[in-house]
């Protein structure tokens, strides 16, 4: 038999046997259970009867699953350090299975739920193959899966039991190894192993410019090295996944006006909150203003923050050290 295949099967075996040795504990819309801090239940949204072609009727629930974390610190599934069978860690949280689900209409037997990738800023060592010189960056790397402090992870599905039955629910806790982290020193991008008030240039890929205030308005362009115009330091927002970014000689923020277009302001608003997304195989980012769900760009020469397509150079943004 091929190796490769050898090994995916015993990779699958093994796979399937982790997650079979979780126990799993029984559980209701109105008994939840709690594991390390974090809380797994679900509640029911609606329940009607409903017929299923010619079997007759039965029961259709409307269900939401759910994981909080109801710590102060957040759990971290890290990665591990060198290679296992496993292919490293999994991001599963919790598995909810229905036992008397019947799977009809294409009606859902369980949920799993998972953890979101942890990303930080961390000094990273490259080595370049022709000259041999190594240099320091900062860039934001995946460590592993987490559910932040007081987060609420949640899915809603369908499922079909007999008639007049309640669903008979189990869950099972799949996270094999968590470490908890305060919140306030360990979190979001920016955060943590850095320290949270070191400052970034912001340089676009598409052109090699900057973001900069250095007269006033701001804008993407050429910068010197020593300007504080062109430094950012990004502040989490407590209790999000969000942003607002500081320029460190003015003191204010990137930010929309009232009409939508890119400026700068003192005040910490909804309209100067960014969700940071990542660039699938990149070390760079979209810039995502959550008043108007637009995305930071230069795609016609000046900056702006608009709807446009996923792959766009334009908005796309890396995080280099400040010198």
Same mark, same amino acid.
């Given at each position: 038999?091929?190796?490769?295949?050898? +090994?995916?099967?015993?990779?699958?075996?093994?796979?399937?046997? $982790?997650?079979?040795?979780?126990?799993?504990? /029984?559980?209701?819309?109105?008994?939840?259970?709690?594991?390390?801090?974090?809380?797994?239940?679900?509640?029911?949204?609606?329940?009607?009867?409903?017929?299923?072609?010619?079997?007759?009727?039965?029961?259709?629930?409307?269900? *939401?699953?759910?994981?909080?974390?109801?710590?102060?610190?957040?759990?971290?599934?890290?990665?591990?350090?060198?290679?296992?069978?496993?292919? !490293?860690?999994?991001?599963?949280?919790? $598995?909810?299975?229905?036992? !008397?689900?019947?799977?009809?209409?294409?009606?859902?037997?369980?949920?799993?739920?998972?953890?979101?990738?942890?990303?930080?800023?961390? /000094?990273?060592?490259?080595?370049?193959?022709?000259?041999?010189?190594?240099?320091?960056?900062?860039?934001?790397?995946?460590?592993?899966?987490?559910?932040? @402090? $007081?987060?609420?992870?949640?899915?809603?599905? %369908?499922?079909?039991?007999?008639?007049?039955?309640?669903?008979?629910?189990?869950?099972?806790? +799949?996270?094999?190894? %968590?470490?908890?982290?305060?919140? @306030?020193?360990?979190?979001?991008?920016?955060?943590?192993?850095? /320290?949270?008030?070191?400052?970034?240039?912001? $340089?676009?890929?598409?052109? !090699?410019?900057?973001?900069?205030?250095?007269?006033?308005?701001?804008?993407?362009?050429?910068?010197?090295?020593?300007?504080?115009?062109?430094?950012?330091? +990004?502040?989490?927002?407590?209790?999000?996944?969000?942003?607002?970014?500081?320029?460190?000689?003015?003191?204010?923020?990137?930010?929309?006006?009232?009409?939508?277009?890119?400026?700068?302001?003192?005040?910490?608003?909804?309209?100067?909150?960014? *969700?940071?997304?990542?660039?699938?195989?990149?070390?760079?980012?979209?810039?995502?203003?959550?008043?108007?769900?637009?995305?930071?760009?230069?795609?016609?020469?000046?900056? *702006?923050?608009?709807?446009?397509?996923?792959?766009?150079?334009?908005?796309?943004?890396?995080?280099?050290?400040?010198?």
């Amino acid at each position: 038999m091929n190796r490769k295949i050898i +090994l995916l099967s015993v990779m699958a075996f093994f796979s399937i046997c $982790r997650l079979k040795a979780q126990q799993p504990f /029984d559980v209701s819309d109105s008994v939840p259970i709690t594991v390390n801090g974090l809380e797994m239940g679900y509640h029911i949204k609606s329940a009607e009867e409903k017929e299923v072609s010619d079997k007759g009727n039965f029961s259709r629930y409307s269900v *939401q699953f759910y994981i909080t974390n109801t710590t102060t610190e957040a759990k971290i599934i890290l990665y591990k350090e060198g290679w296992n069978i496993l292919g !490293n860690v999994s991001d599963y949280l919790v $598995r909810f299975d229905c036992l !008397n689900a019947t799977g009809a209409r294409f009606t859902s037997k369980g949920a799993t739920l998972e953890a979101a990738p942890c990303n930080i800023l961390a /000094d990273v060592e490259d080595k370049d193959c022709s000259s041999g010189k190594t240099t320091h960056s900062k860039k934001f790397v995946q460590i592993g899966y987490w559910i932040k @402090a $007081r987060q609420t992870i949640s899915t809603s599905t %369908v499922m079909i039991v007999p008639l007049n039955e309640m669903p008979k629910m189990t869950a099972a806790f +799949l996270m094999n190894s %968590v470490s908890s982290m305060a919140s @306030a020193q360990y979190g979001q991008p920016g955060a943590g192993i850095n /320290d949270i008030q070191s400052f970034s240039k912001v $340089r676009n890929i598409w052109k !090699n410019t900057y973001l900069n205030n250095q007269n006033g308005a701001l804008v993407c362009t050429g910068i010197d090295n020593g300007w504080w115009s062109a430094q950012w330091q +990004l502040i989490p927002v407590s209790g999000t996944n969000l942003f607002n970014i500081k320029n460190k000689w003015k003191n204010n923020y990137i930010s929309l006006d009232e009409s939508g277009a890119v400026t700068v302001s003192l005040i910490q608003s909804n309209i100067a909150m960014w *969700q940071l997304e990542r660039v699938q195989d990149s070390n760079a980012f979209r810039l995502k203003n959550v008043a108007n769900n637009t995305y930071l760009n230069i795609e016609n020469g000046t900056l *702006q923050s608009t709807k446009i397509w996923d792959t766009a150079l334009s908005a796309q943004w890396i995080f280099e050290p400040a010198q």
